[in-house]
Every structure is written in structure tokens, then in C-alpha cells.
């Protein structure tokens, strides 16, 4: 049952003048009654195959013949190195078994042009059968960019000697605000959310494990519908002990150059299959990133006219300008007090500012990671939460951390659907998220 060949492996000459059984599916399929040219797909590439009636005998070429798009099949055959095949390689097909067969009366919905174009799964009825779209180039290539954008995480924080942690999901505070909170039933309580972010629970365990890391799900209630916002995101989150604002955006950036330098040494095929020009990734894994203040992003986006006010948190449609011309991601730092909540450390220096920042990624992209140094004595954590108006019940138990052996600490959050979204060039998020959710959308 285990399949032995590959057509990855076939078309990377593997396999050359020997036979293969291939198992896939049907990509495409022409001819006339005495030859067949299918196109096998498995997820590791396709190829062209010719069958002649002569050779593989007429109930096997009527069953090829008959056999629709998508149809599972093993093609058994020899490997002929030509040139003018797709991919260098074509089978010559000794014989054939349907596996899984297509009804006439029900083929599969999908045209062969968004099977193999660029519409990324924007329209409604190709997300009505994002199931079956799945199978398309752009989006199997998507998804080994995102395995690779996860591995990459992996091993950056192991590598570092970070420690995995998992936080829980049902929570009873709010970590980003109250609009986006998502209200779960709970046995008849009125107080129970999906979690916007592990952070809180990260930095109680920040005194057991002191560099701890996570690949988890966040869920947000994401009113406006917008090309970077999911309601259910895949969050790369850290927390470290003995660390500032600085150490945490070394961490930052040292992740998002390895993600970047993952990419390159794993899917460099894919990402020009998407039209991605390798030399601008080869910028994002082999540059520092800079740093900039926020009153000097202000400064700037005023001086292009655009309308901001000291004190206004940047959204979107801001980034997107100031983002438009770096040539790698900068850095945003010490956001004013008024606009970030309170866990955000004030700066010493200036009562002002907090000790935070964001990541924002070029080409019009924007924020991929937000972090900072926390709030970390109990005097000043109290007196922020009062400021903030801010019902302390909630968060006793962060409060605690406090109470007991507080320590400089901070972490950040990363966008991973974000930082694959950037990297690939896609148009919209949930191009690059199998089943995406949105506040419209939780089907299929
Ligand atoms: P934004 O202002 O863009 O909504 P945010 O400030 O709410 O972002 P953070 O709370 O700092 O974001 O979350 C950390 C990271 O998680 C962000 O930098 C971003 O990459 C990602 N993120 C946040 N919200 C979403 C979302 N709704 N969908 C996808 N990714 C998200
Ligand atoms: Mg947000």
C-alpha cells in the first residue's frame, strides 16, 4: 500500500530509464481513442503520462479514457527522459488501476485554471469548496510554506533553548481589549473567553522556565474584515526572565530572518512558483533590522500628510504607508503610555512611553509581531491597572507573579498566517490558511 515512488523524485531524475508505480490523482487529462496524455498529481509535483491502447490493452485505456479530473489511479510504466516534457520526465504507461473514480454526473468543481492559477481562493465559491480546493498548486504550495514556517519556529526557539509551554484556551480576562473577545458558554457563567493571547499564563510559568515559547491558536472577534485579520490565528508567542525591550526584539528579529532563511533553503521551488523574487527573502534573512522611535514614524507619516495624531495607535491603513518603502522590516518602539494597556512597562526615562514595540513588515504589510517589557513590580502593575480602570479580580493570579520574586521580564507575539502571508506575497491572509474564519465565515 505504501507508495515507493514519488513524482518529485521521479522528475529530479531519480528514476531515469526505470519503472515506477506512481499513485496520484488525475490533473488533466486529452487525447483521442488510441492515445491518452494524463497529467498525475501527488504532492510532491506532476507529471505527464502516455497511454497507448496498443500497450496497456483496451479495458485499461477505456477505463483512462473514462476517468475525469481528480481521479485517484496507480499508473505503473518506464521513465523516459524528455526534454520537451514538462519537468524533463514522462511515463510511458505499462498499465493502470482506478482507485477512487469520479461520477460524470458530479465531476469536480474546481476549473483547471483556478486549479492552477493565482485566484487564491478569493472568490465565494472556491472558499465554499475550500475542501476541495486544498488540492490546487497555490494552495499545496501554501501549505508547505506554512510547515516550514512552523519547523522554522521550532527550532529557532529550541535552538535557543527556549522551553515549549502550553497555556490554556478557555480564559477569564481580557489580554488585547474587550472588543475582540470572543464570549464562550460555560456552564451557565457569563465571564468565559477563547484566549486572544498565552501571555498572561506565559508569564507565570516565566519564573519556572525563564525562556519558554509557543505555537498556539488565538482568537480574536475581528469586527472589520481586513487583508491581515483572522478571527482564529496561529500565534508564535514568547516570554523571557532577565530580558528588556532590546533583548526581546534581538529574539524578534533573529526569528523572523531564520523563518525567512527557512524558506530559502527549504522552498525555494515553491516560492518562485508563486513569483516571488528570492532576492528580496535573501534581504529579509540576511539584514538587521532597524529600529525607529514611534514619535519619528508620527513625524513621518505627517510629513507625507497623512492624517495622525501624536497618541493614536497605528492601524492599518497607516502601516501600509509607512511601510511601503523599507527594504527590510523596521522596528517600531516606545508607543506612548495611552495607547497600550497596561501590561506594557513604562519607560523610566520618560513616563510617557512604554518599552514596547512592533514589527512591521515591508511591501505594505504591517505589523507581524508586537511585544515589549512587561510591567513587572506589584506597586507598578496596581497602579497601572487603576489607571486603566481596569476591574483587578481577573487578574489576582498575574498580579501574583508579582508578588513573589518579580523579575524584568517581556516577550513577544508573532503572526505566523502573517509572516506566511508576507513572505509568499500573498493578496489576503486566509490565502495562506487551509480553512480560514472570519466573522462571516466558519464552513467548511
Ligand atoms: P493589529 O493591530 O494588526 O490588529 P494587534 O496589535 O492586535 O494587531 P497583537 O495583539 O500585538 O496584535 O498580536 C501579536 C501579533 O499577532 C500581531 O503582530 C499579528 O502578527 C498577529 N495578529 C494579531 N491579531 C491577528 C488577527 N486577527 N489575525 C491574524 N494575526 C493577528
Ligand atoms: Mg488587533
Known amino acids: ?227 491581515r485579520h483572522l478571527t482564529e490565528f496561529w500565534h508564535a508567542e514568547m516570554e523571557m526572565a532577565w530580558a528588556g525591550n532590546s533583548d526581546i526584539m534581538e529574539h524578534g528579529e533573529g526569528l523572523v530572518r531564520h523563518i525567512a532563511q527557512t524558506f530559502l533553503d527549504e522552498r525555494t521551488p515553491e516560492l518562485e512558483s508563486l513569483g516571488r523574487d528570492l532576492d528580496l527573502i535573501a534581504r529579509y534573512a540576511d539584514n538587521p533590522y532597524p529600529r525607529m522611535r514611534y514619535d519619528e514614524a508620527v513625524e513621518t507619516l505627517q510629513g507625507m500628510s497623512v492624517d495622525i495624531e501624536w497618541g493614536q495607535d497605528l492601524d492599518y491603513s497607516k502601516e501600509k504607508i509607512l511601510t511601503q518603502d523599507f527594504d527590510v522590516p523596521h522596528f517600531l518602539t516606545h508607543y506612548p503610555k495611552v495607547a497600550k494597556p497596561f501590561y506594557h512597562r513604562v519607560d523610566p526615562d520618560d513616563e510617557k512611553y512604554v518599552l514596547c514595540h512592533d514589527l512591521l513588515a515591508p511591501e505594505g504589510y504591517g505589523e507581524i509581531i508586537g511585544g515589549g517589557e512587561r510591567t513587572w513590580s506589584e506597586e507598578e502593575i496596581l497602579r497601572r491597572i487603576d489607571e486603566e480602570g481596569t476591574p483587578r479580580d481577573a487578574y489576582e493570579f498575574y498580579i501574583d507573579v508579582r508578588r513573589f520574586g518579580g523579575v524584568p521580564h517581556g516577550g513577544f507575539g508573532l503572526g505566523v498566517d502573517r509572516v506566511i502571508s508576507w513572505l509568499s506575497g500573498a493578496e489576503h491572509i486566509r490565502e495562506v490558511i487551509p480553512f480560514p474564519r472570519d466573522s462571516r465565515r466558519v464552513t467548511p
Not at 509535483?45 to 479530473?69: P, Y
Not at 498556539?216 to 475581528?222: L, M
Request: some cysteine; aromatic content about 10%; glycine content about 8%.
Open 1 to 227: 500500500m505504501v507508495k515507493s515512488h514519488w513524482v518529485g523524485e521521479v522528475q529530479s531524475g531519480m528514476y531515469d530509464d526505470q519503472e515506477v508505480e506512481l499513485k496520484g490523482w488525475i490533473y488533466r487529462t486529452r487525447g483521442s481513442n488510441k492515445i491518452r496524455f494524463i497529467v498525475l498529481r501527488d504532492s510532491t509535483g506532476t507529471i505527464q503520462c502516455v497511454a497507448k491502447r496498443d500497450t496497456v490493452g483496451d479495458e485499461i485505456f477505456e477505463g483512462l479514457k473514462g476517468a475525469l479530473i481528480e481521479t485517484s489511479v496507480i499508473l505503473n510504466g518506464h521513465v523516459n527522459v524528455d526534454e520537451r516534457a514538462p519537468g524533463g520526465h514522462e511515463i510511458v504507461v505499462s498499465s493502470a488501476t482506478i482507485v477512487g473514480s469520479v461520477n460524470p454526473e458530479n465531476p469536480f468543481p474546481i476549473t483547471q485554471s483556478a486549479m492552477e492559477n493565482a485566484d487564491g481562493g478569493e472568490t465565494e465559491f472556491l472558499l465554499d469548496n475550500r475542501h476541495l480546493y486544498l488540492r490546487t498548486g497555490r494552495m499545496t504550495t501554501m501549505l508547505k510554506l506554512r510547515s516550514s514556517a512552523f519547523g522554522a519556529i521550532h527550532s529557532y526557539f529550541r535552538d535557543s533553548d527556549f522551553i515549549e509551554y502550553q497555556a490554556p484556551c478557555f480564559v477569564a480576562g481580557a489580554v488585547e481589549g474587550g472588543s475582540t473577545l470572543f464570549e464562550v458558554p460555560y456552564f451557565g457563567r457569563k465571564d468565559v473567553y477563547l484566549t486572544q493571547s498565552w501571555q498572561l499564563y506565559a508569564e507565570a510559568a516565566m519564573p519556572a522556565l525563564e525562556k519558554l515559547y509557543t505555537i498556539a491558536p488565538s482568537f480574536r472577534a475581528e469586527k472589520s474584515r481586513t487583508r
